[in-house]
C-alpha cells in the first residue's frame, strides 16, 4: 500500500478515502476517545491495530498537523 514515508517507513496513508497514521498508542487512546478518529482496522476482521488511527474525510481539516504529528513519531522512533 503506498503511503508517505520516512527512512522506509510509513508514517500516513490513504486508505478507503480516509486517512491513516502512525502515533503512539496513547495518542491514538485520545483521538478515539475524543471521537476524531477510529482504530484502524486494515483486514476488517476485528484486528485493530493499537498504533494507527483513521481519521475520516470529514475531519480533513486535522489532516495536515496530524500527518505531521505521525512524520515526528515514526522519525523519532528510527
Do not use: Y
Not at 491513516?20 to 476524531?36: M, N, Q, S, Y
Not at 486494515?42 to 484486528?47: E, F, K
Amino acid at each position: 500500500m503506498p503511503g508517505l514515508r520516512t527512512n522506509k517507513r510509513i508514517f500516513a496513508m490513504l486508505c478507503r478515502g480516509e486517512l491513516v497514521v502512525k502515533l503512539p498508542r496513547a495518542r491514538v487512546d485520545e483521538l478515539v476517545a475524543a471521537g476524531a478518529a477510529m482504530r484502524f482496522e486494515p483486514r476488517r476482521d476485528g484486528r485493530l491495530m493499537k498504533e494507527w488511527a483513521t481519521l475520516p474525510e470529514e475531519q480533513n481539516h486535522n489532516w495536515e498537523p496530524l500527518a505531521r504529528e505521525a512524520l515526528q513519531f515514526v522519525s523519532v522512533a528510527t
